[in-house]
């Protein structure tokens, strides 16, 4: 079994840190105009764009008085595959990291499903994988998909208030490996609950 490490942060009122929170909706300073997945855990990934939201978190609980907890969060991923992801793999190496490590057959793909969903909505084209959507709810139609519904967890692009950041939605609950949690403070018992459920 291989892991991906993947981060997240969230506020809270009052001098004390809660015993426990549900992490459900985060706020990674993504843009008003972005609709998150709906049917998955969405955390950062990667280190270059989400360094920068943790800073900026930093710099909201103290302008704010809030207070901010971080954790790092350990997800299953099944096999890691150190080539590019192909449409036959996702049973093994169950983690797609979008758009740098997907063959030009799953980008291609992808955008095809992708462009036709906003065609039915009367909406335009996009560049998506290879380009950030603000529509990644539409992730979580294409996870209704052979072979795509068997990853556990999908990273792609998107444009926040300070640049763009890696994000990670995380579609099979049973892959974050609760146990292993580390939030700081300490003193905080995370969980995970999807936006929508059906």
């Known amino acids: 079994m291989s892991v991906i490490g993947a981060k997240t942060f969230f506020f809270y009122e009052g ?63 099944g096999n890691w595959d150190a080539n590019k992801q192909n449409l036959d793999n996702f049973e093994n190496c169950r983690f797609l990291n979008l758009p740098l490590r997907a063959n030009k057959e799953i980008l291609d793909d992808i955008n095809r499903h992708w462009n036709r969903w906003l065609d039915q909505e009367c909406e335009p084209q996009e560049a998506f994988p290879r380009k950030p959507s603000k529509r990644m709810d539409l992730l979580d139609k294409l996870m209704c998909l052979e072979p795509y519904k068997h990853l556990n967890a999908v990273a792609y692009d998107i444009s926040t208030q300070f640049g763009i950041a890696k994000f990670v939605t995380v579609y099979k609950m049973e892959a974050i490996m609760q146990d292993e949690i580390n939030v700081i403070p300490p003193q905080t018992e995370l969980f995970f609950e999807c936006p929508r459920r059906d």
């Open 15 to 77: 001098e004390r840190p809660p015993s426990k929170h549900t992490l459900k909706l985060p706020d990674y300073f993504q843009g008003a105009d972005v609709i998150l997945p709906r049917r998955g855990v969405t955390l950062l990934y990667g280190n270059k764009g989400p360094g920068s939201l943790i800073g900026a978190a930093v710099r909201r609980s103290a302008s704010n008085d809030i207070g901010v907890c971080f954790a790092d969060v350990k997800v299953d991923i």
